[in-house]
C-alpha cells in the first residue's frame, strides 16, 4: 500500500516533499527483495526527474538496469527512463543509445515500443528522418497493438506530407 502511495504521489502529486515521504516510508517497510527495492528505486529516479536532477536520477537508474537479478521488465522500464532524461535534455543522440539499449534488455517487453517511439522523435530532432521512417516502421510492425503504434502511424503521415511538400516544384515555376 506504501509503495503505491508513493507511486501515485510521485506521478500525480504536486507537493515534491510529500511524494519524497511517502518514497521513503515505502522504502522502509520494503522487502529485502529486489523486486520491491527496484520499484522504490524506480520511483526515486522518477521523483528525480520531476526535480530536473537528471545526473542523479540516471545514477540511480543505472543500478536497477545493472542487476541482472531484477526482472526483465523493470530494467527495460529503468533504461527506458534514463533515455527521457537525455530527451528532456535535448542530448537527443544519448537518448537514441539509450532508447535502443532497451532492446538488448527486454526484446519483446512493452518498454520496446515507447522506446521506438521516442527513437524516431528524437531522430526527427536532429533532422535524420529516415532513421525516424525505420523506427516508426518497425514499431508499427512488430507492436501493432500497442498505444504506441497509433501515434508512430501519425508521425509517419506528418513526415511524409512534409517530405512531398518539400519535393514540390515552387509555385508558379513551370512543369514539364
Known sequence: TLLRCAEAETGAGTDAKKAQRRIEAAKAVASPSTFQQALVSLLEAELLIRRSDFNRSRATLEKVVRDQSIEKKLRGRAQWLIGETHYLQKQYSRA?????????????????????????????????????????????????????????????????????????????????
Do not use: M
Open 96 to 176: 537514441i543509445e539509450a532508447y535502443r539499449t532497451v532492446e538488448t534488455i527486454d526484446p519483446l517487453g512493452s518498454w520496446v515500443a515507447a522506446s521506438l517511439i521516442q527513437a524516431g522523435k528524437s531522430f526527427e530532432h536532429l533532422g535524420h528522418q529516415r532513421e525516424a521512417l525505420i523506427c516508426y516502421g518497425n514499431l508499427i510492425s512488430r507492436f501493432s497493438g500497442s498505444s504506441h503504434a497509433n501515434a508512430a502511424s501519425k508521425r509517419l503521415a506528418a513526415i511524409d506530407a512534409k517530405s512531398s511538400t518539400s519535393n514540390q516544384p515552387p509555385s508558379g515555376s513551370i512543369k514539364r
